[in-house]
């Protein structure tokens, strides 16, 4: 009887803990969920006044507005600045100067550092490299609130000229520049203009450019314009130097003309050439009246560089045209 009460009152123990326990436990569990419904019932309560509230004009609307103005001046900032750094900058020079600079980066710079391609000059003697004006006889000293953007334009040439060197293009023909200093005046070709299409639209463009180049507070770009004749291979590396450039240079376009055809006649086999490789047939043929020449034998039997058609070796060099813009950014905050 004893142990019977004991196991009962055991029972009864763990029983009134259990309770204990599951009551602390149902009261913890109203507590959170009321909080939750405060929480909601008050986010509801926000919602509906914002709904039933005007937006403007609102001074924490307004002033989050302000906020993000600033965050995205200080991005501009900070975008256009870091580009700038690139930048070649204007040079503040007297009309005399400019022309005793430009006159040394030609001669000792520009013209000596051509290349010889295919056993020619990449530039021809006097070639002027977009400043025609201020080269011929008797030219014009330029205005002197044009000096520091001439000077610029000088040094943004010189950076495109290296690359065309180093792209081993064959022959530079052309340089076009913003010629905002020139008003009317037409600018010269530094060489003799292809025919057909090509000269018509270089024609329409020969005359000087006026200052039309796309600007605003942030940035200015200037237009340039490269003629090459090269490879078709080093047109393609060119292209690729000018978009790994450290300025900021955006090619606008590109035309490119073939030269010549893709395909050239065999050439004819020499005599000597002929009697090597076929002695028999120049023997038979060399005493019999209306017989064909060595020159017109079968090609099978000529050496293979008499054979070549076409391959990079023979093929034509391509003539470029391409345009080109060069943007310079302003410097915010200094």
């Known amino acids: 009887m004893n142990r019977t009460k004991f196991i009962m009152a055991g029972a009864l123990a763990v029983f009134i ?17 009321r909080e939750a419904r405060d929480r909601r019932d008050a986010a509801l309560d926000t919602l509906r006044t914002l709904y039933a509230a005007k937006p403007f ?22 975008m256009t600045n870091a580009l700038s750094a690139r930048d070649v900058p204007p040079v503040a020079l007297s009309p005399s100067r400019f022309i005793q600079e430009l ?12 290349p010889i391609v295919e056993g020619v000059r990449a530039v021809p003697d006097g070639f002027a490299f977009g400043f025609e004006r201020y080269l011929t006889a008797g030219a014009p000293m330029p205005r002197e609130q044009d000096v520091p953007r001439l000077a610029q334009q000088l040094g943004m040439i010189e950076r495109l000229v290296d690359e065309v060197y180093g792209a081993q293009i064959g022959a530079l023909r052309r340089i076009v520049r913003d010629e905002f200093d020139a008003g009317a005046a037409p600018a010269e070709a530094d060489a003799p203009r292809a025919g ?25 770009a200037q237009h340039f314009t490269l003629e090459v004749a090269g490879r078709q291979a080093a047109i393609g590396d060119l292209l690729n130097r000018l978009a790994a450039m450290p300025m900021f240079v955006v090619v606008t376009d590109v035309d490119i ?12 086999a020499s005599p000597v050439a002929a009697a090597a490789a076929a002695p028999g047939l120049v023997a038979a043929t060399a005493g019999t009246p209306g017989a064909p020449a060595a020159a017109e034998e079968k090609i099978s039997t000529r050496p293979p560089s008499q054979r070549l058609v076409s391959g990079v070796e023979i093929d034509p060099p391509v003539q470029a045209r391409i345009e080109i813009e060069i943007f310079n950014f302003a410097k915010e905050g200094v």
Not at 103 to 112: E, N, S, T
Request: hydrophobic letters at 40%; proline letters at 3%.
């Open 17 to 33: 803990a259990l309770l204990v326990l599951g009551s602390v436990h149902l009261l913890k569990s109203q507590a959170a969920a």
């Open 57 to 78: 004009p609102s001074v924490e609307n307004a002033g989050r507005m302000r906020e993000h103005v600033e965050r995205l001046e200080q991005m501009r900032a900070v």
């Open 103 to 114: 006159q040394a980066a030609i001669r000792d710079r520009l013209q000596a550092k051509a």
């Open 196 to 220: 057909g299409r090509l000269r018509a639209r270089r024609d329409s463009g020969a005359g000087a450019r006026p200052d039309t180049a796309a600007k605003s507070a942030f940035y200015r």
């Open 257 to 268: 003309r073939k030269a010549g055809d893709d395909l050239r006649a065999p050439q004819a």
